[in-house]
């Protein structure tokens, strides 16, 4: 008799329970819990970084220009400027004497949340 009733629950047997579903599936939404949270705040780091390296090659492609031509024109030459990166604060200007008019910020749009500006030492703050 039991060995009618084991052969017969085998037979049936197609699929996955109700309780395994909901397990996987809270599995699955403990684990988005996790991981959503971190690719966010991995993307705004990344903006974030994106923009200062902006920053980075325009100061030195400023001071490249300075020094080779004694002069400075916006945007110096060799720089090719991000579209998701936006521009702003003052110009940044460069006297004759290589002195650093601070103020020129730079900005990633979509996702980040620091705006980096040129210092008067060429620096970025």
């Known amino acids: 008799m039991i060995r009618k009733l084991r052969q017969r629950k085998a037979r049936n047997e197609k699929g996955?329970?109700?309780i395994e579903l909901m397990?996987?599936?809270?599995?699955i939404g403990i684990l988005a819990a996790i991981?959503?949270?971190n690719f966010l705040a991995y993307r705004s780091r990344g903006?974030?970084?994106?923009a200062e390296s902006e920053a980075r090659n325009f100061i030195?492609?400023?001071m490249a220009e300075h020094a080779d031509t004694g002069s400075y024109a916006a945007p110096p030459a060799g720089f090719s400027a991000n579209d998701e990166i936006t521009t702003g604060g003052t110009a940044l200007a460069i006297d004759a004497s290589g002195v650093i008019t601070p103020g020129m910020t730079f900005y990633?749009?979509?996702?980040?949340t620091?705006?980096?500006?040129?210092?008067?030492d060429g620096g970025i703050d």
Do not use: D, K, Q
């Open 16 to 18: 996955f329970t109700l």
């Open 23 to 27: 397990i996987v599936i809270a599995i």
């Open 35 to 37: 991981a959503i949270p």
């Open 47 to 50: 903006a974030n970084t994106a």
């Open 60 to 62: 030195t492609a400023a």
């Open 108 to 112: 990633h749009t979509n996702t980040g």
């Open 114 to 120: 620091v705006t980096y500006m040129i210092n008067s």
